[in-house]
RNA sequence: GCGCCUCUAGCUCAACGGCAGAGCAACGGACUCUUAAUCCGCAGGUUUCGGGUUCGAAUCCCGAGGGGCGCACCA
């Protein structure tokens, strides 16, 4: 290995992506005249005796480094470059005699070197092990990698942009919440050494940001992790990406339109076209969206009519005979909304807005104008998964008050998902939230629709696992010795 | 949390009750137009870990650990 130290900066002129675009014209054996200085890591090496080719690539692409003895700087050192090794390479670009454009290299310096390597050259790294933990590997050794996480930051991109042009400010709430609110979830405990109190990572934003609306601020989105101290499965991320938006003076109809076009026109940004093939089946998020309720999904789906005055009986029957289990504490709501889930859900595969929902089991939700069992809200299934939920917010500090009590009481009979009072929300509730609409969408889902991936950990950089036990003593004493 | 599947060289994989192997990477060498270059040579392993059955275990059984999938929960 080349004693040399590694500098400190490299003047890279040129992107690799761009030299076949520049250079296309060349023929074969002729130079350009033009010396560019590339940088990369060396993916394939194939040295030839007196002359030598490498394949460079960088974040643009690849582009082949031609070396020869008689005029290349440490010739010898650059043919036994590692696959991996970071090199910056300076010199004519050139085609070679056998028609590959390339730069010829008259100076060369090794910008960091490849302990590890990445993997077998052609197959690369394909242990889910590896892939999720050595993201780095992964990012090299699988070019698809990068086009999904490319495909996140296009869609958090577009999302902003739409979002700006229509007049939305971005705002950050806390992570940190004195008491886990605005979702049923399982939140994550931590604590707060100098103030000595218990905080919670936040489930949800939702109770900030209207709180921001009370405030003045007509229109909020942010855009943010959350963090569910739940299950892990190929569909959920302990913790997880989600554009929360709230916009004053419109209603849970005006949501939807808003909702669809932003899915919409993310994916036409994203992808060119809002008709998109996923797990090899179309699917077709044009708007308008249909909406429909529970119980006509659920008439469609099983043949069985059913509706809020269905007896309570029947309801838990039918559930039963679903193949779910049924709680006692259940009203007929939670019962249609389970039978739903259970029955009907899964088969939606186009966008859909399930609307209304039932007021037992959305705390947070406006009753609905027409039906006092009912609440103004919706949930957008497409694919057979909830992609978000949105409402009319509830915006009387009575109503609120007597919602959170009934969670409360939920809670404290063992529902460890279900809300608490929220004394602090309740006050600003009383300054007056104006008629508003807010809804929540799972940024992480909508990802994994426009990349085509059925598994969250494929769009999530560094995915949760469960920590790594890596065997650290000989480093310990190393490090013991040298303070010592 | 429960169920099913899986774990062999740095990577990708064979061997499936009878001497643990190949390709790539690595290491040493040859080569003046290569394209996963080619050729010669060399090295690489507590078969995830711990028990058990067996004359003999990577292989069969039990347990532990990591991972994947399904269920549950949700976005």
């Not at 692409?61 to 020869?68: A, I, R, Y």
């Not at 289990?325 to 939606?348: C, H, M, N, Y």
């Not at 009481?409 to 807010?438: F, I, K, N």
Request: aromatic content about 8%; hydrophobic content about 40%.
């Amino acid at each position: 290995m080349r004693t040399a130290v590694i500098p400190y900066r490299f003047d890279k002129d040129t992107p690799a992506g761009t030299i076949a675009e520049r250079f296309g014209a060349l023929e074969p054996g002729q130079g350009s005249g033009q010396v560019v200085s590339v940088a990369g890591r060396i993916m394939l090496n194939r040295p030839q005796g007196k002359l030598a080719f490498a394949t460079l690539r960088d974040e643009t692409g690849e582009v082949q480094l031609f070396s020869l003895e008689a005029s290349t700087e440490d010739f010898e050192a650059l043919t036994k470059l590692h696959l991996g090794d970071w090199v910056g390479a300076t010199g004519e670009v050139v085609r070679t005699r056998r028609g590959e454009l390339s730069v010829q290299v008259a100076t060369w310096v090794l910008l960091a070197e490849a302990r590890r390597g990445f993997g077998d050259k052609w197959k690369g790294v394909s242990d889910p092990e590896i892939r999720y933990r050595q993201r780095e590997v992964d990012l090299w050794a699988n070019e698809s990698t990068r086009t999904r996480l490319d495909i996140r930051a296009k869609v958090l991109r577009s999302m902003r942009e739409r979002l700006w042009a229509l007049g939305f400010t971005e705002v950050e709430t806390p992570l940190l919440h004195p008491i886990p609110g605005g979702a049923a979830a399982k939140p994550f405990t931590t604590h707060h050494n100098a103030l000595d109190t218990e905080l919670f990572l936040r489930v949800a934003p939702e109770l900030y940001l209207k709180r921001l609306v009370i405030g003045g601020m007509e229109k909020v989105f942010e855009i943010g992790r959350s963090f569910r101290n739940e299950g892990i499965s190929p569909r959920h991320n302990p913790e997880f990406t989600t554009i929360e938006l709230y916009q004053a003076y419109i209603d849970y109809t005006d949501l939807m339109v808003l909702f669809e076009e932003l899915v919409a026109g993310i994916c036409l940004d994203v992808l060119g076209t809002t008709v998109l093939s996923y797990q090899e089946r179309e699917l077709d998020l044009t708007p308008p969206w249909r909406r429909a309720s529970m119980w006509e999904l659920i008439e469609e789906a099983t043949g069985t009519s059913v509706s809020m005055a269905t007896p309570i009986e029947q309801l838990r029957e039918l559930l039963v005979a679903a193949g779910a289990k049924v709680d006692d504490s259940w009203g007929p709501g939670r019962l249609i909304a389970e039978l739903f889930e259970e029955t009907a859900e899964a088969a939606q595969w186009a966008p859909v807005f399930v609307v209304p929902y039932p007021k037992e089991i959305s705390p947070l939700s406006r009753v609905h104008r027409d039906d006092a069992e009912l609440v103004e809200r919706f949930e957008p299934i497409i694919a057979g998964r909830e992609l978000g939920n949105g409402f009319s917010e509830l915006i009387d500090p009575d109503d609120q008050r007597a919602r959170f009590e009934e969670q409360a009481q939920a809670h404290a009979s063992g529902d460890d998902e279900a809300m608490l009072v929220d004394e602090e929300y309740l006050r600003a509730m009383e300054q007056g939230l104006p008629p508003t609409g807010g809804f929540g969408l799972g940024v992480d889902r909508l990802v994994m629709l426009l990349a085509d991936t059925a598994n969250i950990r494929e769009i999530i950089a560094f995915p949760t696992l469960r920590p790594e036990v890596l065997l650290r003593s000989v480093e310990v004493e190393t490090t013991e010795a040298t303070e010592a």
